[in-house]
């Protein structure tokens, strides 16, 4: 079986989950050959836990040069997928997690051009949320596409669309945004990248109308997604377990990552 070399640009919450399970199930099919981290004290940090050698760096010319990456997984920001993508996908296949990133609809585009002319894929997980094939199927004739997600005020505490909210007193739910998917992943760019990866499958983020409550007594993220059409009509209900390393993000975002590494 062919052995792929794998990357990772940004290992926090989701990477680290990644890892450990290619360390420990997938360790004939993948090498771990770079990571590429601001933080490079914790990607080293993670190298020596999980006995694995890859090239550890924060700059991005190191990628570049190396001509050996089959596949890109990146977990890292908007802001990095924004700044990195192009140059990713010229090289390799990427798995993107920071969706937000391809809620510019010309970016998005350039994007998928860029990577079809170098022979490689643009791959956009389900992350956080599901039933994107059915949403797919219908999509010419949604006439309505919507999703509520529920978070704890911890959890969406550092978001600019919070700002107001930092030091306020929740008693019961409450909405905090109400708008589209594009405007949504610019004030919550660590929360909504749910939101975009619904838009790509569905109308496109200016027509995703996207509601964000902050309740202080959920326990979960909660993701609810209703869309109508002549099909009939779809509601999906996902209530997640977060990240332990990361409240912002929940634990079936790893997931899909890793259930596309089993297929790959
Ligand atoms: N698609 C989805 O459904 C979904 C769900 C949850 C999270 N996400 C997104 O996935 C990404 C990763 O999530 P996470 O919980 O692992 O985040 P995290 O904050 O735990 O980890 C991010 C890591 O990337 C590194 N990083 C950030 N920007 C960087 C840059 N410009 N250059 C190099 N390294 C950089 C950080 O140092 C950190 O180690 C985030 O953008 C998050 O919003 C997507």
Redesign the pocket.
């Known amino acids: 079986m062919k052995k792929y070399n794998l990357a990772f640009?940004?290992?926090?919450?989701?990477?680290?989950?990644v890892i450990d399970y290619v360390v420990n199930n997938l360790k004939n099919k993948f090498n771990i050959t770079l990571i590429?981290?601001?933080?490079i004290n914790?990607?080293e940090k993670l190298s020596t836990k999980y006995n694995i050698s890859p090239v550890i760096t924060?700059d991005?010319n190191i990628f570049l040069e190396m001509q050996n990456i089959d596949l890109v997984i990146?977990?890292?920001?908007?802001?990095?997928?924004n700044?990195?993508a192009n140059d990713l996908v010229k090289k390799a296949d990427v798995i993107?997690?920071?969706?937000?990133a391809m809620s510019d609809q010309v970016f998005y585009n350039k994007l998928l051009d860029d990577a079809a002319n170098h022979n490689n894929n643009v791959i956009?997980?389900?992350?956080?949320?599901g039933g994107l094939d059915a949403i797919d199927a219908v999509k010419d004739s949604i006439t309505f596409i919507e999703i509520i997600t529920t978070k704890s005020p911890e959890s969406l505490s550092g978001a600019k669309g919070f700002l107001d909210y930092e030091n306020y007193n929740f008693t019961s739910p409450e909405v905090i945004y109400n708008g589209t998917a594009t405007n949504a992943i610019k004030l919550f760019?660590?929360?909504l990248?749910?939101a975009?990866?619904l838009s790509l499958f569905g109308l496109g983020p200016d027509k995703t109308n996207v509601t964000v409550v902050a309740d202080p007594d959920v326990k979960m993220n909660c993701h609810k997604i209703n869309l109508k059409g002549q099909f009939g009509e779809i509601s999906f209900d996902f209530k997640l377990e977060k990240?332990i390393?990361?409240p912002?993000?929940?634990a079936?975002?790893?997931l899909?990552i890793i259930k596309i590494l089993k297929d790959y």
Do not use: H, R
């Open positions: 640009l940004g290992c926090g919450a989701m990477g680290t989950e590429i981290d601001n933080e914790n990607a924060n991005i990146e977990t890292a920001s908007v802001q990095a997928a700044q990195y993107f997690a920071s969706v937000g956009i997980p389900p992350g956080a949320i760019p660590k929360n990248n749910v975009v990866t990240s390393k990361n912002k993000t929940s079936l975002a790893g899909s």
